[in-house]
């Protein structure tokens, strides 16, 4: 099983213009940004999981969720407390919003100060913890139904200036390649009886020598060899060809009209009648 990587599948989205796909899946994010109401929120990951569903999403992929949301808990206990003066609530009355239902540090405590849990920084919380899931299923869905040689050469044939392809598209094959070398530099070492099983943090960093060290060589190296290639290639001097064309049909046209519509409409309510705020 390949992982953050394209891997063929006979369904809907790996079927589908790898620009279309991009522009709904980009629509999804901004929506999932703007909302922070929960209820919108749950629709938008109701719709991502199906969308995985219909993907053939890995199962073995749902691990990245599970980590980033427990890391996301541990990062926001630092600063939800504090959310309870600087949040600003404009459906909810602020009364109910601010109103404390947990105190961390009493009043008076050196440094810190008093702080505490307001019912409005747990509903903000819940709203960020239905988010992140949706994104990382359909950009995970993104990349494990899109071959990146036809995404960028349909933005080849959008007259994107190729130099930012080329930058997109090195940093894009930069993550699978990276992770497929840890996990080879982690196998050898573990082969050679290598742990890092201990609760003082400095013990862990030097622990990780054997890990860091030929990663941080190999970094340098694939950087070397993507220079020498870029310039025995002849980068930048003319026009680069076409491989394959790619032709939108009124299926690709009304699913990139209702993503940009539903962003429009989105922003408008947003702004005007805030909706999908808290």
């Known amino acids: 099983m390949v992982f953050l990587e394209y891997q063929w599948r006979d369904t809907f989205f790996h079927r589908l213009n790898p620009v279309v796909k991009a522009v709904l899946f980009i629509s999804i994010?901004?929506?999932?940004t703007l909302?922070?109401?929960?209820r919108l929120t749950s629709i938008l990951l109701l719709i991502a999981i199906v969308f995985a569903y219909i993907g053939k999403y890995p199962k073995q992929w749902l691990t990245i969720i599970?980590?980033?949301?427990?890391?996301?808990?541990?990062?926001?206990l630092l600063i939800l407390p504090y959310l309870g003066t600087t949040a600003v609530y404009k459906v909810y009355p602020e009364e109910l919003m601010h109103r404390i239902i947990f105190v961390?540090?009493?009043?008076g405590t050196p440094l810190i100060g008093y702080v505490y849990l307001t019912v409005g920084s747990i509903v903000w919380l819940l709203a960020r913890l239905v988010s992140i899931p949706t994104l990382l299923l359909v950009w995970g869905m993104f990349i494990y139904s899109t071959k990146v040689s036809d995404f960028f050469e349909q933005l080849l044939n959008l007259k994107v200036p190729f130099?930012?392809?080329f930058t997109v598209r090195a940093a894009y094959r930069f993550i699978p390649i990276m992770i497929r070398k840890i996990?080879?530099?982690?196998?050898?070492?573990?082969?050679?009886?290598?742990?890092?099983?201990?609760?003082?943090?400095?013990?862990?960093v030097k622990k990780y020598a054997p890990i860091t060290y030929p990663l941080a060589s190999y970094l340098?190296?694939?950087v070397d060899q993507v220079s020498i290639s870029t310039k025995t290639r002849a980068f930048g001097s003319g026009n680069v060809t076409i491989l394959k064309d790619f032709k939108f049909t009124i299926s690709d046209y009304l699913i990139c009209s209702c993503s940009i519509s539903a962003v429009v409409i989105a922003l408008y309510l947003l702004l005007v009648y805030n909706v999908g705020m808290i």
Do not use: H
């Open 29 to 32: 994010s901004i929506l999932n």
């Open 163 to 165: 130099l930012i392809i």
């Open 104 to 107: 961390i540090t009493p009043e």
């Open 220 to 222: 340098v190296t694939i």
């Open 183 to 204: 996990n080879t530099i982690m196998s050898a070492q573990k082969l050679r009886g290598f742990e890092a099983k201990t609760k003082n943090p400095i013990t862990l």
């Open 35 to 38: 909302w922070l109401d929960t």
């Open 66 to 76: 599970y980590i980033m949301m427990i890391t996301f808990v541990i990062t926001s």
